[in-house]
């Protein structure tokens, strides 16, 4: 079971929403910077170990530099998510660009800012060559297809459109050596929001055994293995978080095992994003109107625009009434945004307190995959970021958008 909290109460909240208008997304840095340190004391037994946090779950700089800050580096996927570790001061050998269908000048920056490249196919070993040069370090995403379960959101291995295969992995490590290649990485992702931690300690055997036979055979050493982001948080209330502990100790036990074939200086990398921030964050939204026809609807001024997980994958998020904590779950409805589409609902059929309009409602779990995913359909606008800081004051680290923002990119005084 997982208890649901809020950092803020409702006063806090009210007096909040007279700078700032629902809706909003609100961050707690005290929770993710306490989050932040346990991963890294949890893993400390491998001295090389990095968090490279995945800057697609929540791309604000203020979010990242708290990261740096704690010692974490940046996933990065696009031209944007590079640049947004660059304005913080991640650089270098901190940055994974894990990227697919990646355009040239994509790799042509992260090449520059000397972060370490992630192929996802081995004809982007010429690609990034041709068009950037080769780095002195390479890495390479697995996809084991069959030999291994996915999940719901990222599908089965064999369907994803990820990585190499395996016997495209060994072809591709011989030619980055017959080029000149020294130091090698290999990385995999086959899970999203995965709760199970047998299931990271299963990827981390594999991307061993891997490694060691990709050695034998080539005689290649590699300096790291990242076993990707993926550990799920527990957004429904009958669900545990991961215990990070156990997933350490069992990945500890592996390097242990194999250290005597593999280099003992290898490190373990990761990539999560929705573990490091997702429950840190919160949308809170006000109830405008109510209506009952054959459903009850309850109107929230959020939509899609700010939190599409619901509307995408039916993904539950826990929704509190503000001030109505301890009151009777009396009512069945539907919370729906604006959008013009009958998948905008953040929740259906939940039992709730009685709601009146001018509540205000808190979505958990929100600092993840939230704001990030937001879009502009219908000519919503995405809302503002706030941070909750330590001391209790907020700041706003990203206003909401405008009319004129939705319209920047129109030039009507060419009609
Ligand atoms: C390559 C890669 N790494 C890391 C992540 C982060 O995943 P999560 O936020 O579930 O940890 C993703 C998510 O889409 C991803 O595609």
Redesign the pocket.
């Known amino acids: 079971m997982t208890k649901k909290t809020l950092p803020f109460t409702k006063v806090q909240i009210e007096k909040i929403i007279r700078d700032y208008p629902t809706p909003f997304h609100i961050y707690d840095e005290k929770a993710i910077r306490k989050n932040a340190k346990h991963l890294l004391k949890t893993f400390s037994w491998n001295k090389g170990f990095r968090e490279f946090f ?1 800057v ?2 929540c791309p604000n700089p203020y979010i990242l530099k708290i990261l740096k800050e704690e010692g974490f580096g940046a ?1 990065c ?1 696009s031209l944007p998510e590079l640049l947004l570790a660059e304005k913080v001061g991640i650089v270098g050998e901190k940055i994974m660009f ?1 990227s697919n269908e990646t355009p040239a000048r994509e790799y042509q920056k992260a090449v520059e800012l000397g972060a370490i490249i992630n192929l996802d196919d081995i004809t982007h070993l010429q690609y990034l060559e041709k068009n950037a040069g080769l780095p002195g370090l390479i890495c390479f ?1 697995y996809n084991p297809g069959p030999l291994r379960r996915g999940n719901t ?2 599908g089965k291995p064999e369907e994803a459109k ?1 990585g190499l295969t395996k016997e495209q992995l060994f072809k591709g490590y011989q030619i980055a050596k017959e080029k000149g290649v020294k130091r090698f990485g290999i990385h995999t ?1 086959v899970a ?2 995965e709760l199970n931690p047998a299931y990271f300690i299963e990827t981390a055997k594999m991307l061993l055994s891997l490694t060691n036979e990709i050695s034998k055979k080539l005689s290649i050493n590699f300096e790291f293995i990242n076993i ?5 948080i527990p957004y429904k209330l009958d669900q545990k978080a991961v215990n990070l502990e156990t997933v350490s100790k069992g990945i500890k036990k592996l390097f242990q095992k194999s250290g005597k074939i593999n280099n003992p200086k290898l490190k373990l990398y990761m ?6 921030t ?1 429950p840190y964050g919160y949308l809170v939204t006000t109830a405008l109107h109510k209506k009952e026809i054959y459903k009850n609807y309850i109107g929230v001024d959020a939509c899609m625009a700010n939190l599409m997980r619901p509307g995408m994958y039916g993904a539950y998020h826990h929704i509190t009434v503000l001030g109505k904590e301890k009151a009777q779950k009396s009512q069945t409805y539907d919370v729906v945004g604006s959008l013009c589409e009958n998948n905008d609902k953040f929740a259906i059929d939940r039992k709730l307190p009685k709601i009146e309009t001018g509540d205000i409602l808190v979505i958990h779990d929100t600092g ?2 939230g704001f990030a995913m937001g879009f502009n359909y219908n000519g919503k606008l995405r809302s503002a970021e706030l941070l909750l800081k330590p001391d209790g004051k907020v700041i706003k680290i990203r206003r909401a958008e405008t009319v004129e923002d939705y319209f920047s990119t129109l030039d009507f005084s060419k009609l």
């Open positions: 995945a697609k779950a996933d996927s894990s995403r959101i990222i990820y992702m999203s929001n990707g982001g993926g550990i799920g990539e999560n994003g929705r573990m490091i997702g993840a995959h």
